[in-house]
């Protein structure tokens, strides 16, 4: 698989593991993994920043992927495949449809910066 279909496939992926974090039927810890993995997504804040010449790729090119993988991994097959077929739709011209999902992880993310600003000033 080359480097394109597999950004396509995680392009899908992502929402489908959002998806799967709603899904009764996925396990608890695939749930555990999937909140930790949609929320490093959509985090505006890397864990390596990007401005870093070539490390600050590196975790959007191999964390991303590998907790994506992980992710599935503990994700039964039928519902993985169920939600990669109703998360086709969310993504419209290479943007998120729902943007909106990104909110709780802004506001937790500045309430953590609200907490380090209180700490330390």
């Known amino acids: ?23 009764k039927d996925s396990p608890l810890l695939a749930k555990i ?11 505006p804040v890397d864990l ?3 401005f870093i010449p070539v490390l600050g790729y590196l975790d959007d090119v191999i964390l991303l992927p590998m907790l994506v993988v992980l992710t599935i991994k503990f994700i039964p ?5 169920r939600n990669r077929k109703k998360s086709e739709g969310i ?8 943007w909106y999902y990104a909110i709780p992880i802004v506001a937790i993310w500045i309430m953590i910066l609200a907490l380090l600003l209180k700490i330390f000033l």
Do not use: C, H, Q
């Open 77 to 81: 097959d039928n519902v993985m495949e």
């Open 33 to 43: 993994f999937a909140g930790i993995t949609v929320g490093y997504a959509l985090s």
């Open 91 to 98: 993504w419209k011209d290479g943007k998120p449809e729902k």
């Open 1 to 23: 698989m080359d480097l394109k279909a597999r950004a396509k496939k995680l392009k899908t992926d992502i929402p489908a593991i959002f998806l799967s974090l709603k899904d």
């Open 48 to 50: 390596i920043p990007d």
